[in-house]
T-cell receptor, first 116, second 114 residues
């Protein structure tokens, strides 16, 4: 079974609109971290935001927020007031706390295109 | 800190040649990861190290691939002999251990095998 599922291969959004990128995850570990990365066309992987499984509040970083619904195992990224520079590939990832299993598991990504 | 440094940024080589990719992690990070990214397969974890010791190499495609981390500040990924299907972007990333920490990625090496 996929540990991280991103069901939207591609999205087109009008500039200045808010956008939600979906991510669901699967783990039996009560302790884990969820991450979102942005990969623009230049290719680098840029960390955007982090949410811990025990965090009581949704994470926010500027225009980015994470809609964390633990019971649904959902960690959607919300970008408010989208900009042309937000056009990129977005990856959701999870890191479990199992000793000896420290790797990040990535989803397949969502390609976001912002339309002027 | 200069971040994770990878070299070279681009490599074009002929099939059958040996290719060596290099990575300098962020000082103090105790985990180092090598990933490969292609359009078809997305991001694949090849191998990762903890305190310079290889922990999981189950993602290494075959014996042609090998990775070393002789010290805390340097790692190599070697392909010998290279094949056209090895063409991809190879990322190195480093981090502290624990669920709180994401990776810091290098800029990647774009490998083309002709």
């Amino acid at each position: 079974a996929q540990k991280i599922t991103q069901t939207q291969p591609g999205m087109f959004v009008q500039e200045k609109e808010a956008v939600t990128l979906d991510c669901t995850y699967d783990t039996s570990d009560p302790s884990y971290g969820l991450f979102w990365y942005k990969q623009p066309s230049s290719g680098e992987m840029i960390f955007l935001i982090y949410q811990g499984s025990y965090d009581q509040q949704n994470a926010t970083e500027g225009r980015y927020s994470l809609n964390f619904q633990k019971a649904r195992k959902s960690a959607n990224l919300v970008i408010s007031a989208s900009q042309l520079g937000d056009s990129a590939m977005y990856f959701c990832a999870m890191r479990e706390a199992n000793f000896g299993n420290e790797k990040l598991t990535f989803g397949t990504g969502t390609r976001l295109t912002i339309i002027p | 800190d200069a971040g994770v440094i990878q070299s070279p940024r681009h490599e074009v080589t002929e099939m059958g040649q040996e290719v060596t990719l290099r990575c300098k992690p962020i000082s103090g990070h105790d985990y180092l990861f090598w990933y490969r990214q292609t359009m078809m397969r997305g991001l694949e974890l090849l191998i990762y190290f903890n305190n310079n010791v290889p922990i999981d190499d189950s993602g290494m495609p075959e014996d042609r691939f090998s990775a070393k981390m002789p010290n805390a500040s340097f790692s190599t990924l070697k392909i010998q002999p290279s094949e056209p299907r090895d063409s991809a972007v190879y990322f190195c990333a480093s981090s502290w251990g624990g669920r709180y920490y994401g990776y810091t990625f290098g800029s990647g090496t774009r490998l083309t095998v002709v």
